[in-house]
């Protein structure tokens, strides 16, 4: 599951998302939408690299569409999501022997150790209070030398939107209501946390961080989006990190 770029309001408490009940709605905005398909997947897609041959953890894929662009690169893709909906339409765009499983990123995966070469979580982390089970899982299914790929809601953003939360330095609850799914409001619960406790989570998992990066949007949308597309080009919305996990003592760096 992905985010929008709606006005956040503060929360007393998050709670879980009900994404099952939007899902054809929220997977057919992400198809073509600005921050999805012309911004995020595509600096998701330039981390990864070459991924021809390499077996690769969709962690939050939801309808697919990631998994959908890895596969075509030449990956062994496995996804795996919360939502029951998100998996029937990821189904449904990746063939009935796509390789998906109902699951919970705060309960141990059901992967044997170092069984993915790359884990991909694409806008998936802000939705967790507490990082330390996920990543302690992620890192636990990737091979030595394997990479996570991470992209979430930029630290900073709420600051470029005039939406200060009153602790930067904490990690606090908000909601957004997505108003353009359905006809009703979509209340959306995150949490937001700041940079260096992103960073002290990612180390104490035991992961090497490689890369930080804060993209701009695929040129191939300034046409599409002119005014947004030059609003997204000057401002910070979400931030991608490569990680790594060591290699096994004694072996090649």
């Known amino acids: 599951m992905t985010a929008t770029d709606n006005r ?4 007393p408490e998050a709670r879980a998302n009900d994404c099952d009940s939007f899902a054809e709605a929220y997977s057919t905005d992400n198809e073509t939408s600005l921050l999805n398909a012309y911004y995020e997947r595509p600096a998701m897609l330039s981390l990864a690299g070459d991924v021809a041959g390499r077996r ?7 309808s697919g569409p990631l998994s959908a662009a890895l596969r075509d690169r030449g990956a062994r893709v496995t996804g795996l999501d919360s939502s029951a909906g998100m998996l029937e339409l990821a189904r449904r765009r990746l063939g009935a022997d796509a390789d998906l499983h109902v699951a919970d990123l705060g309960e141990p995966l059901p992967f044997a150790d170092g069984a993915f070469d790359d884990v991909v979580a694409s806008l998936v982390l802000h939705y967790l209070e507490d990082w330390g089970p996920t990543l302690a899982e992620l890192r636990r299914v990737l091979r030595p030398g394997g990479r996570l790929i991470a992209s979430i809601h930029h630290p900073f953003m709420d600051y470029a939107t005039r939406d200060p ?4 330095h904490a990690t606090t609850p908000y909601t957004q209501d997505w108003t353009h799914l359905s006809e009703q409001p979509v209340r959306m619960s995150f949490w937001r946390r700041p940079l260096h406790a992103m960073t002290d989570a990612f180390t104490a998992a035991g992961f090497r961080l490689t890369v930080i990066s804060e993209p701009r949007p695929d040129p191939a949308a300034r046409e599409l989006y002119p005014d947004d597309f030059q609003d997204l ?3 910070i919305c979400f931030m991608l990190f490569v990680l790594e996990v060591p290699p096994a003592p004694g072996s090649p760096a």
């Open 8 to 11: 956040a309001q503060p929360a």
């Open 56 to 62: 690769i953890l969709d962690a939050g894929c939801g």
């Open 165 to 168: 939360r009153p602790d930067y």
């Open 233 to 235: 080009s000057t401002k």
